[in-house]
């Protein structure tokens, strides 16, 4: 794979309406966090393209909601393999625009890939179901259900996951015959752009799918309390997210919101540590932790912790930090200056609690540019530290021992967010049963981090309004019309 990157023009379009990209109007700065170079420099929109948006996809909605779901099954396949094509390209961009190292960009270009795919084929099954017969308690009645897309919706995704989170959205709402405004983060939407493209090539119908880049004031205010919009889909901060609920509320529309995690990876007393640690730092790690769903809170039973701590301080020191082009990179940077300085100010904190750096904290040696960060470990971190109980968004991994099975679960569950959890054990009798006390979406069991389309994605308390990803997913974007009549 080439690591060299397409050009880029001065500014890019970064506004696709009714079919045309359209200049837009402040520009935005697009940095390369492995460098501090400006990548490339967009035209961002405002309120204005908001309105625009809007009308076009309303005025596009009655005729895509008409088509069928074979028809808009046919569409998301052929951007399936538009994405497939550029693949190389779209990996390029994720790394060089997000940090993250190539081999991970790769990861989440072929999630794009499966999900347009998985959405494709649910969509091709709704002509089958649709008009499905009620039974009724009455011979005088008869009843059917319709499902119907809900309408326009506005879909709003972050930076750490540039074109995964919007595939699980997008597939989905198009698949339920629904008219699409995308705003894709400013901070990442180079891979976005692309996908638009992609799009495009693949045949949307004008006004279907449309996109406006810019700053969550200029651009999601405006798009989440939209009169016209039905339903606004969400993945990002707990406070955004709020703010976007409030929103919302002034035309009640529907609302999904995937938001913020604090999950616990829990090793068991019969846990193989080699696993163990693989898995801790693979969920505290991946993206340098940089992900809603990072296991960030390590609970040890009390016999393995020493041991543990041993040998995830010599694995965590041992993982190559530096340019994601670079070849056995395991982990590239913080996504731009504001995050890089959010998490070192969260390490200073938890030093000042109380909490014991095992390792990392630190820059890397001989990375004096980037937003570079060593994959950090805490141990003995207090129960009402911040460090234990806020998300971070960054390399950090708190450890914590526990004496009993009921303790871990008591511990894990302590936490306002429910989002993911995961048990290492090779007694899968209580790995299963502490999977089911664990108040979590999704719950790993001996297994790194995989995500499968068919699966929920959401979880449990402030992570999750609602559920993405599998049949549920769908749902997200269709109502539900039962029409009776007398017979």
């Not at 625009?52 to 396949?77: N, T, Y």
Request: charge should be negative; glycine fraction near 10%; include cysteine.
């Amino acid at each position: 794979m080439s690591n060299t990157l397409p050009p880029f023009t001065d500014t890019q379009a970064g506004v696709y309406i009714n079919g045309q990209w359209l200049p837009g109007g402040v520009e935005l700065e697009v940095v390369n966090p492995a460098t501090e170079t400006v990548l490339a420099r967009i035209g961002s929109g405002d309120a204005e393209h908001v309105e625009s948006a809007v009308l076009a996809a309303s005025q596009a909605f009655p005729g895509w909601a008409r088509s069928s779901g074979a028809e808009r099954g046919a569409l998301l396949r052929r951007i399936a393999e538009g994405v497939r094509e550029r693949r190389d390209t779209l990996i390029r961009l994720q790394s060089a625009n997000n940090g993250k190292p190539l081999f991970e960009a790769a990861i989440d270009v072929d999630d794009v890939i499966g999900t347009f795919e998985y959405y494709a084929g649910l969509a091709e099954g709704l002509d089958a179901r649709q008009n499905s017969p009620v039974e009724l308690p009455s011979e005088d009645f008869a009843a059917r259900l319709r499902r119907e897309p809900c309408g326009v919706v506005g879909l709003i995704v972050p930076w750490n996951f540039p074109m995964v989170t919007t595939a699980w959205k997008l597939a989905p709402a198009l698949a339920a015959g629904c008219a699409v405004v995308l705003k894709p983060s400013e901070v990442t939407p180079l891979p976005e752009l692309e996908l638009a493209r992609i799009i495009h090539d693949a045949g949307v119908p004008a006004g279907v799918f449309n996109l406006v880049c810019g700053t969550g004031l200029a651009v999601g205010a405006p798009l989440s309390s939209h009169p016209k919009v039905a339903k606004v889909s969400f993945t990002g901060s707990n406070a955004v997210g709020i703010q976007v609920m409030q929103r919302a509320a002034e035309t009640v529309k529907g609302i999904s919101l995937e938001l913020g995690g604090k999950s616990s990876l829990l090793v068991l007393e019969q846990a193989d540590l080699d696993l163990a640690v693989e898995l801790a730092c693979g969920g505290a790690f991946f993206n340098a932790g940089q992900m809603c769903s990072a296991t960030s809170r390590v609970l040890v039973a009390e016999p393995l912790v020493a041991d543990f701590l041993a040998r995830i301080s010599a694995r965590a020191a041992a993982i190559r930090v530096g340019d994601p082009f670079s070849e056995g990179v395991e982990m590239g940077a913080l996504v731009n200056q504001a995050q890089y300085q959010r998490v070192r100010g969260h390490i200073q904190r938890g030093i000042e609690s109380g909490a014991r750096l095992v390792c990392g904290g630190e820059r890397p040696a001989g990375l004096e540019r980037g937003f570079f960060l060593q994959p950090t470990v805490f141990s003995e971190v207090p129960k009402d530290s911040a460090l234990w109980n806020e998300e971070i968004f960054g390399p950090v991994l708190c450890v914590r021992s526990f004496a009993s099975e009921e303790e871990a679960i008591a511990l894990a569950n302590d936490s306002e967010f429910g989002l993911v959890a995961s048990v290492v054990s090779r007694d899968l009798d209580a790995a299963e049963r502490v999977a089911n006390a664990l108040q979590a979406g999704m719950v790993w069991i001996n297994s790194p981090q995989v995500i499968f389309p068919q699966t929920a994605w959401g979880g449990y308390k402030q992570s999750s309004i609602g559920r993405e990803l599998g049949p549920w997913g769908l749902a997200a974007f269709q109502e539900l019309k039962h029409v009776v009549r007398a017979v």
